[in-house]
């Protein structure tokens, strides 16, 4: 089949066979690019018109006991300033989030297990002070008492990036101490205890070949998550993988499109990490199906700390003051940002 009639067949069945979507990816180029990015902005417009959520995120802590090859966070990174927010602080970035018409809150953070009880109480509190927001947290790989109990204090979202779904890829890209197993035991448990979960994976990450993202588009397809976050590879100077390439802009704003079209009612973010490779990327990965976008909300003093790869993009720029002009910059695409949860619209996939 041609890369049209097999977009075509995505589009209308949201499903394609194994060897279908490897074809698919090898069938990346310009011409595809621009097809596939077409039909997924209709699709994203039929189901959720032109409406794109806004997130407020808080990076409440930089440490973390992993020591993944790719990120600046890694817990050997000695030159990496290390932070934890106080709860004081926390509590004001969703105060000042919230003014801003913000109601999802996104708590993410390496994986600072030392914070873990403290963590559980101040979920609590975000819940109760604003009962009609959703939390959603990006904590890591944790026993599935923690999540049950985070569960039950109010956080209803967990993004948990699945990386690859090759095995063999996944250990090129960790130590051996983090395991392939347990990554897929937690998405597995989160989904089952009732989580919207996102899963995802960088683009252009060392090793990988459309083989591994074949395979992770088919396990994207099976898993359901309700959100997907995909960005390319940016190395960190101070990480293992600092002289590999920059993953490719097109070849993500493909893979979105294509994703948008295998999962149609998920919410996908418009990365920070695509406006880091290509000014207002973001605006594009819009108009290839993003429906969300998750604008920084932690104090700027530690967010420089935040670093997990180089020029991160809104380092320094506190965009929450200033959503008029992103405002403005969505407009000219014909989108409009909306106060509103964004709650994955049929429950949760099973
Ligand atoms: N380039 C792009 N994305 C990265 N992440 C971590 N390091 C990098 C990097 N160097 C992504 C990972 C992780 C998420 C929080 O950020 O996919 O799950
Ligand atoms: Fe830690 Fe996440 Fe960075 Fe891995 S990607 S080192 S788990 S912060």
Redesign the pocket.
Known sequence: MSYKELLNKLNTEQWLEDKELLQLVFAFSPESEKYAMNLAGKKALSVFGNKIYYRGIVEFTNICRNN?Y????RKDNEKCKRYRLTEDQILSCCENGYRLGMRTFVL?GGEDIAFDVEFTDLIKKIHVRYPECAITL?AGERPDKLYREWYESGATRY???H?TADKKHYELLHPDYQHFDNRMRCLNSLKKMGYQTGA???VG?PYQTYKELCEDLIFLRDFKPEMV?I??????HD?P?RDKE??SFDLTLYLLAIVRLLLPTSLIPA?T?MDTVIKDGRLQAVKAGCNVIMLNITPLKERKDYR???DMAELNKMEGLDLGSLNAKFNTIGYEAVIDRGDYKEGVNK
Not at 70 to 73: A, T
Not at 231 to 236: K, Q, T
């Open positions: 993944c790719y990120c600046g966070l993410q990006g993004l948990l990036r990386e995802g994976m960088m990450s976050g960005g390319p590879f940016i190395p960190h990480t993988f920059t993953g990365t990490a997990l790869y180089d």
